[in-house]
């Protein structure tokens, strides 16, 4: 099992800035990709961006050159940087674990922070 807590959501008005923090406990040496996604009112969640061992980050369109996740294994944390925010950006914002079973991959999911945007 793996446990996400999440910190760092809030308002912010349009062209601000917020850092987003995930911390993970338990079964982490087995996880293979860390990653952020949204869910906007009405919408279905998307991914933001997503750090894969070993691999290269991907980011959302919509967000590039403005967002960046980053990770500090030592700390088993990974963060979302997010600067010059737009109102389209407010979304409850999930950090996601995925470690690959015998069944498939797992997915763990944070509790979710509001980010706000205003114009």
């Known amino acids: 099992q793996v446990q996400l807590v999440e910190s760092g959501g809030g308002l912010v008005q349009a062209g601000g800035s917020l850092r987003l923090s995930c911390a993970a406990a338990?079964?982490?040496?087995?996880?293979?990709?860390r990653g952020w996604y949204r869910q906007a009112p009405g919408k279905q969640r998307e991914l933001v961006a997503r750090i894969p061992s070993g691999g290269s980050t991907n980011y959302a369109d919509s967000v590039k050159g403005r967002f960046t996740i980053s990770r500090d294994s030592a700390k088993n944390t990974w963060y979302l940087q997010m600067n010059s925010l737009k109102p389209e950006d407010t979304a409850v914002y999930y950090c996601?674990?995925?470690?690959?079973?015998?069944?498939?991959?797992?997915?763990?999911w944070g509790q979710g922070t509001l980010v706000t945007v205003s114009s």
């Open positions: 338990g079964s982490i040496f087995s996880i293979t990709s």
């Open positions: 996601n674990a995925m470690r690959p079973t015998a069944y498939g991959p797992e997915n763990y």
